[in-house]
Every structure is written in structure tokens, then in C-alpha cells.
């Protein structure tokens, strides 16, 4: 069984697992050191955002997964080719998943000409579906509708593939959260919404978002499976999403995943998060899902250390390339900003 | 001509023109299909899409949940997947309810990630029925600064079907705007073998020397209706239907005030804000010198739409305030 019915939420540490195993898997060590390739790929990535963004390099704001990677790898490794994702600000590994090069977040985060938008919008901002990627919306919860949508062109066209979006615990609080879950459910469309249950909604916590301790309950309301899963256990995320996706692509109508993780910084880069017991941090920064992968690996004689250092060392030759590139690379032409605004010609 | 053309020429109304439109799109092309709040079984709210689940199933002709962002947000994404999307509200008021997918999302994309969306979002709008404040808006100034936006605005049978058509067929969202007074009262005929109109392009609804009246949708009914009035006093005024707002053919505009060398603009909305405000910023700095008196515009008072019946004659526009506006302006 991968998934808990206890609740794992940060405010009921008294429940939480002292469960150190991570899920059973059948997936091969190739496969699971690709896994620990991306988790590190995500949080390396960021670290050098954050030094770019002290260096005053990002122009705009910068958000962070510290301690959520596991969510957005393990989820996106569980889909296929020609599956759709549409992401959230904390979703870099999704993104990295889907074959996004660290390049393209460097300089869409430093507004680059480069960028994948060529300096049109920021961060994550940014989609392409031939790698199967709709870019995130800013207003929370809008992501659900647009991608009960995706889904239901594949069910239109009668092809099998799945829509898999995100949504914090902020944003299930939102009237297109609602209005798309239920969507989904009476139009019985192939979507998978994973629910990131962080603990914060930039600073508000929890029981003051909402009366229910588990997000899983709202799914229950539109007649939606969910389940409840560790969501810093980076196997247990990506069987459970596994699952979801293979039941939706029956035609089983959408499902939900409520993974219970913690926000290990700020809103954003600006945010010192002084609203946050320190305790929380110190019991979550235990259960750090990077960390536990890699006791994981060595407990089960996956990887020595000697493999797991080559796999960072080769990391960083990438970032430190993709880095350069962004700093080598110029900033848009002004004139720019007046294109593209209309697509040209008939369809 | 193809399959999907109308054969002999016909006479519709303005309703029936739009039904019309959505078939032969819909026959035309399998991408094409109909997403809202009772567009199935029961056809709409005003009946304009009836029959067409009959024909086409409800795989074509999607009942939703009563939820406009929702179901907006879901043809979003369908579109962006290579289907092509006719949402209708049940009354355009409610597209308010999904005024953010519509304006910060389908807007955005093409410019922000150049994905195309193409997408018609359409419904009964305007007042005169006695509708209240819910049920008679003239949303087309919301929409109108929003970038990556089409909105067109029909006054004749023959426009709603050929640019309906057109709507559907372009790759960007367009927001089609039906004004229900005219659903039943606006007949027309269809000419044999029209498929499509060209969007952003005006029409000239009636010639004249005086002034020049730009307007669109309902009021341009009213317009001609005065025009019958003022010529009988010798003033010949000339009316320009934009038909599409977004993107307006501001040359026709120009072209006509050079002409006529006086330009009142008459829609239906409140005066502050609307997009007729636009149309006589752009004739006061590009014609400004064809001028002989200062462009005027003719709109409703700067309040929701009331209910009884002369509160809302007494809102509105009509032929009577238009003339004795355009008789201050032409003998001034």
C-alpha cells in the first residue's frame, strides 16, 4: 500500500508516522536514480536561483519547492509522453521532468531575450505542448478548469491520454478549484488534481483556510476518489500518481491526491517566514525527502556514494553551463513587447 | 462552394441566423462543438441552439454544471488542445463570472507562450426587455482594453451568421455578442453561398452627407430609424456599423468623418468608459482637422440598467435623442 490514511499534516505532528521506509516500488535502479537526478536537478537549480536573485539577476520574484520536490518529481515521472501537465510556481521539477532545461528557468527568471518567452513572462510562466506542458495561471485554483478541459479533448477525440494539474492548500479555498473539480467529475474526464497540502497559504496556516484537517475531504464532495499520501516520500508520491493516472486513463473519471508535505521557506524569496514556529521547520527539515531518498538508495544497495556524488557532480557541470549561458545571454529587443499579441491567419 | 454553404438564398432571423451558423460550422468542422448551461435538451435559454443536439449528440453539444468560469476555463483548454470551443453564457452578464479566464488567460497566451486559443465566447446581451441590471449588459468596454481579444458585435441577420462563422474559424478568442432584442425582431435574407464575413471590418448602413453616426449592434436599428426623421428635415446622415469592435476598421471611421466632417458616436452602454469614448479619441487625434463641430457621443446614463419600463427608455438611447443631438451638431 503506498498511500496512509492518517493524516500526515504538520499540525497534527502527533500522528505523524515515524515511518522511515519509503513505499514499495517496482521501479528499477535506473529508473530511481533518475528520480534522485531530477530531485537534485530541482533543488540545485533553486540554490543557484537564490544567489542569482541576491545578485540582483532575477528581475521579478522567486519562488521555492524546498522540501515539496518530491511532489512535483514523483508525479511527473509517473505520466506518459503524451500526457498533460499544467504546473504551479513550485513545480520546477515537473517542468524538469517534461525535459525543461535549467536554461530555460535561468532565464525566464532573469528575463532574458533567450527565454522561452523571449522575455515576455516570468519564472514558470511559460508552457509548450509538444512537451505536453500548459504554462501555470497566478490565480489559483484556474489551472483545475483549463486542464478538466485538456482532458476533455483527449476524451473527445478518443484519445487516452490524462490531464494532471496541481493546487496548494490556499487554493483549494477558490471558486474555480469548485467549479473545476466538479466539472471534472459530472463530465467524467481523465484529470488528476495533486493537492499539495504545504501548510501555508503564503502566511496563513491551515485551520485558518479551512475547517477540515485533510484535504482529501473536499474531494469527497464531488464524488471524486482521493487519497491521502506522503508526500516527501518520493516513491509513494509517484505509485500513487501512477495509480490515479492508469484509473482516469480507463475512463474512470478524475481523481485526487492530497500529498501532505511543508513549506520549507517563504512565500518567496522576500518572505523570511517568521510566521512559522521554528519547530515546524525542524520537524519537517527530519523528514527532507532528498534526504530520505538517498538512505532509501543506500539501504536498499541502490547506489554507492561514489554513484550518487557523480550524479551531483554532473548536475553541476550542467547548472554551471546553463548558468553562464543565462548570464552570456542579452535582453529582448524593446520593440518586442508589440508582438504576438494575435494569432495570424485562419487555423 | 461546399456542403457547409447555405443553398438558396433564405430568410432568417437574426436567432435563426446564428443557429444556422453553429450548424454548418459544426457540419463542417468535428472540432467545432457547444459548451454552456442548458444548450442540449432544451436548446438555450432563447432557444438558439436547439435542435442541434438532435444532430450532432451530446459528445458536440455539452450540458455543464452552472459554473461560467468553470466551463470557460474547460474550453480554454480544450482549444488550446486544437478543438474549437462555442461557449455560451446564458445571459453575457455572466460571463463576468469568468471575466478572469477570459481576460488574464485566453488573452495572455498567445502573446505570453504563443499558444494560440481558438474560441468563441457567446450570449444574449443588451436591454429593452425589461431585463434589470442582471439580464441587459453591454459588456463589450470590459473586454475591449483587454489585449489578444476579438469582440464582435452584429446588427443584421446576414452579419451574425457570416461573422459567426468567421469567429469560429479564427485562431484567437473572440467574444461574439448577440443583442437579444434583436433576436426575434431582425429578419434578413442569406444570400446563396455565404460562408463567412471578415472580422474588423465596418459596414456602411447608410450613406449620407452630414454627419457620420458610428455605432453598432441594436443602436444601429435606431440610427437608421432616425436617419428617416432628419432626412425629412434635409439632414442626411451617414451610418458606420463597426461590426466588430476588435479590431476596429478605424480607416472606414476616418474615411467617413473626412467626408462628412462631423461624427457622433451611439452605442449602448453608459457613457463613462465605453468604447465609444475610444471611437472619438481616435477621430479627435486623426481627424480632428476635418472637424466642424466636436465629436459627440449619444449613450446610456452612467447607471446599472433599471427595470420599469420608463426608467429604462429614459436609460437607453433612441431614435429621438440621437436626432435632436444630431440637429445641435449639424446647425451649430
Known sequence: ?347 | MSATATGAATEVTFLEAIGRALADEMRADDRVFLIGEDVGRYGGAFRVTAGLLDEFGPRRVIDTPISESGFTGAAIGAAMMGLRPVVEYQFIDFIANAFDMVVNFAGTNRYRWGQKVPLVLRGPSGGRVSGSAFHSANPEAYFHRAPGLKIVYPATAEDAYGLLRAAIRDPNPVLFFEHKYLYRRVKGTLPEGLETLPLGRARLARAGRDLTVITWSAMVHVALEAAATLAAEGIEIEIVDLRTLKPMDEAAILASVEKTNRALVLSEEPVTGSVAGDVAARIAERAFWSLDAPVARVGCLDTPVPYSPPLEDFYLPNAAKLAARVRELVSG
Open chain 1, 1 to 347: 500500500m503506498t498511500t496512509s490514511a492518517s493524516p500526515l499534516g504538520p499540525l497534527h505532528p502527533d500522528v505523524e508516522p515515524r515511518r522511515e521506509r519509503l513505499a514499495a516500488t517496482a521501479l528499477p535502479r535506473e529508473s530511481q536514480l533518475e528520480l534522485y537526478r531530477y530531485l537534485q536537478l530541482n533543488r540545485r537549480l533553486e540554490d543557484r536561483l537564490t544567489n542569482l536573485y541576491r545578485q540582483g539577476k532575477v528581475v521579478g520574484g522567486l519562488y521555492s519547492s524546498r522540501g515539496q520536490e518530491a511532489i512535483s518529481v514523483g508525479s511527473a515521472y509517473a505520466l506518459g509522453p503524451r500526457d498533460v501537465v499544467g504546473p504551479l510556481i513550485r513545480n520546477l521539477g515537473s517542468l524538469l521532468v517534461r525535459g525543461v532545461a535549467p536554461r530555460e528557468i535561468l532565464t525566464q527568471y532573469m528575463a532574458r531575450g533567450t527565454s522561452p518567452t523571449g522575455g515576455k513572462d516570468c519564472n514558470l510562466h511559460f508552457g509548450d505542448l509538444a512537451r505536453g506542458l500548459v504554462s501555470p495561471i497566478s490565480m489559483l485554483g484556474a489551472l483545475v478548469p483549463v486542464l478538466a478541459g485538456v482532458a476533455l479533448a483527449a476524451k473527445y477525440r478518443g484519445e487516452d491520454s490524462v490531464a494532471l494539474t496541481y493546487i496548494g492548500d490556499g487554493g483549494t479555498s477558490t471558486g474555480d478549484f469548485h467549479e473545476g473539480m466538479n466539472l471534472a467529475a459530472v463530465l467524467e474526464v481523465p484529470l488528476v488534481v495533486v493537492a499539495e497540502h504545504n501548510g501555508y497559504a503564503y502566511s496563513t496556516p491551515t485551520e485558518r483556510q479551512m475547517k477540515i484537517k485533510d484535504l482529501a475531504q473536499r474531494a469527497v464532495a464531488y464524488g471524486i476518489p482521493a487519497r491521502i499520501v506522503d508526500g516527501n516520500d518520493v516513491l509513494a508520491v509517484y505509485e500513487a500518481t501512477r495509480q490515479a493516472v492508469s484509473e482516469a486513463r480507463a475512463g474512470g473519471g478524475p481523481r485526487m491526491l492530497e500529498v501532505k508535505t511543508f513549506r520549507m521557506k517563504g512565500h518567496a524569496e522576500h518572505d523570511d517566514a517568521g510566521y512559522v514556529p521554528p519547530e515546524l521547520f525542524e520537524r519537517w527539515r527530519a523528514r527532507d525527502p532528498i534526504a530520505r531518498f538517498e538512505r532509501h538508495l543506500a539501504d536498499e544497495g541502490l547506489a554507492t556514494r561514489a554513484e550518487l556524488d557523480a550524479i551531483l557532480a554532473d548536475v553541476d557541470r550542467r547548472l554551471d553551463e546553463d548558468v553562464d549561458f543565462a548570464l552570456a545571454s542579452p535582453w529582448p529587443p524593446p520593440e518586442r513587447a508589440l508582438e504576438g499579441v494575435y494569432e495570424e491567419g485562419e487555423t
